[in-house]
């Protein structure tokens, strides 16, 4: 039986380095299908009247907007809008206990089946070398996922794909200007004002370029000096490393003229970033990635490294985090003969995050390697999974609650998940030339997740692979059309009316935001009516279940 991850709070062994214990967390840490409409809530051991939650989307509206309340010793946000399908939030309480965690929004629908593939054509000049990073996030806020590239050797461009609102992308006639060369991009609120900005830099930069949004994508540009003028690097990342509720940068330095290691530079809250803290890998291969997440669960983002090597000696090494943005190496993890990609994510329901790396091979496996809760992995699973892997993404492809794999090589495969961390044989999802880029998000808005890829080549395509819908013959289906509830806001001493679209047996609950049941009324009609009596004020869930079909889920407010 799946776990609910959207509305039961999970209890926690973690707390705070600097503060009390936090009692529960909602969506639970590491959820990978928490309900789109969910509200966040943290309880702290104790009342914090100080205490405030950060919620941010890397895809869409950046720092979230919506209500935040502080009773006793809860605190918690409800987004003014829904989360996007698949995306990870992360959520940062901020006052005297810093604890930030990160689930992943329900994906709904989708076979795990890629039938449509459209193109576009890349920026001209586009060339292979300045492909590696494909990210699509709302940059103009119009409501659809648009998709950045790097613009090309020499261009100082990204180039800028819009989305109609169907997944139909243009042809990049936007673009934002940035330093030549520029291969690395991260897209997060850096300034923390409601929208998307861009930190974007070249492999071997001078510079990290940031460029600032005014909301409607309109981007001014600046620059912020390397820690040396011959770093090199990969895997640039925005993220909440010391949990004050801003996004911090960071980047592995590959440079071969110095001690290899990652480099953090925290934000002052205004999209300023100061020096570079400097943590030396002690293995001292080339080129790497970085993951974020918090691994062994104690309220702060640690980070996976996974280095190509010589020969057998790539390896994946967790850095872990001390809560205010300083790390410190675990064990190594031999992983892969050539060290292609890597992905994290709970791929066994137990509320921890495993790790899967890809071998860039003829035949590429894919190594699990399973958590234990508190950062220690031991070794799962060997999938094959293709050729020449070089990228990895955990998703949740056919929309039944669990994170499947889907791995970008010389074709696209994916392996379903059992919802236990057993996957299946990989299916193919296409064949291509060798892989550059891989991105998974709702591209034309239908709730299920479609795959973003572009191939080495010179102005090789930007590929949109969609998934496919589910058929009528699905277990369980939605209601053709949602259900209406009403007044909303709600006063907490009247009635909460429900109504279906047709007459069902079906049943109406409310959980408040720490994820307790506080009503329940089982119906056989259209309609039903809930007493909102002694409710206290605040946010609350309302899920309506009619027979046989999948739950519904809306916001309620009671004043």
Not at 409 to 428: I, Q, S
Not at 452 to 462: D, K, M, Q, R, S
Not at 529 to 537: D, E, K, R
Request: charged share 15%; net charge negative.
């Amino acid at each position: 039986m799946k776990k609910s991850y959207a509305t039961l709070p999970m209890l926690l062994l973690a707390s705070s380095a600097w503060g009390q214990p936090v009692s529960s967390l909602v969506p639970a840490r590491n959820a990978p299908a928490a309900n789109r409409a969910t509200v966040v809530s943290a309880t702290l051991a104790a009342p914090a009247p100080m205490a405030a939650l950060r919620v941010f989307s890397a895809q869409a509206g950046g720092r979230k907007a919506g209500s935040s309340t502080v009773s006793g010793n809860a605190v918690t946000f409800a987004p003014a809008v829904d989360f996007r399908p698949g995306e990870t939030v992360t959520t940062s309480l901020t006052g005297a206990s810093p604890h930030v965690w990160q689930f992943v929004a329900a994906a709904t629908g989708g076979t795990g089946t890629f039938t449509t593939t459209t193109s576009v054509n890349t920026a001209p000049g586009q060339t292979s070398g300045s492909t590696a990073t494909i990210t699509p996030a709302d940059l103009d806020g119009d409501g659809d996922l648009d998709v950045l590239v790097p613009g090309g050797y020499g261009s100082g461009l990204l180039a800028w794909y819009l989305n109609d609102g169907s997944g139909q992308l243009t042809s990049a006639n936007r673009f934002i200007s940035v330093a030549n060369n520029a291969e690395q991009v991260a897209v997060g609120d850096i300034d923390g004002d409601g929208d998307l900005d861009v930190v974007a830099c070249a492999a071997r930069p001078s510079q990290f370029d940031i460029a600032r949004n005014d909301g409607a994508g309109n981007f001014t540009v600046s620059a912020v000096s390397t820690s040396a003028v011959n770093t090199s690097a990969s895997s640039l990342l925005l993220f909440d490393a010391d949990g004050d509720g801003d996004l911090d940068m960071a980047y592995y330095n590959w440079n071969s003229a110095a001690p290899r290691q990652f480099e953090v530079r925290l934000n002052n809250g205004t999209g300023s970033f100061g020096a570079a803290m400097a943590t030396t890998v002690p293995a001292q291969y080339g080129y790497a990635t970085l993951q974020p997440g918090d691994l062994d669960q104690d309220g702060d983002l640690d980070l996976v490294l996974c280095c190509n090597g010589n020969g057998v000696d790539s390896f994946a090494q967790p850095f872990f985090n001390n809560g205010a943005g300083s790390y410190t190496a675990g064990p190594v993890y031999p992983a892969a003969n050539y060290s292609g990609g890597a992905a994290l994510g709970d791929v066994d329901g137990d509320g921890d995050l495993d790790l899967a790396v890809v071998d860039y091979q003829m035949a590429s496996p894919v190594r699990l390697l399973l958590n234990n809760g508190a950062g220690v992995f031991a070794a799962g699973a060997t999938l094959t999974s293709g050729s020449g892997a070089q990228r990895a993404a955990f998703a949740d492809l056919d929309g039944d609650g669990d994170l499947d794999l889907l791995v970008h090589g010389v074709g696209d495969f994916v392996h379903l998940n059992d919802g236990r961390g057993g996957f299946g044989a990989a299916a193919t999802v296409a064949s291509s030339g060798a892989p550059r880029g891989l991105a998974v998000a709702d591209m034309d808005n239908d709730g299920d997740l479609d795959v973003l890829a572009i191939e080495t080549a010179v102005n090789a395509p930007l590929l949109l692979r969609r998934n496919a819908n589910r058929t009528t013959s699905a277990t369980r289906p939605q209601l053709t059309t949602a259900f209406r509830c009403w007044p909303n806001p709600t006063a907490s001493t009247g009635q909460l009316w429900i109504e279906l679209p047709t007459a069902a047996p079906a049943t109406a609950t409310l959980h408040d935001a720490l994820g307790r049941l506080v009503r329940q009324q089982a119906f056989n009609g259209q309609a039903t009516s809930l007493t909102t009596n002694g409710l206290g004020p605040g946010v609350y869930l309302l899920t309506v279940q009619a027979a046989a079909l999948a739950p519904l889920t809306q916001r309620v407010v009671v004043e």
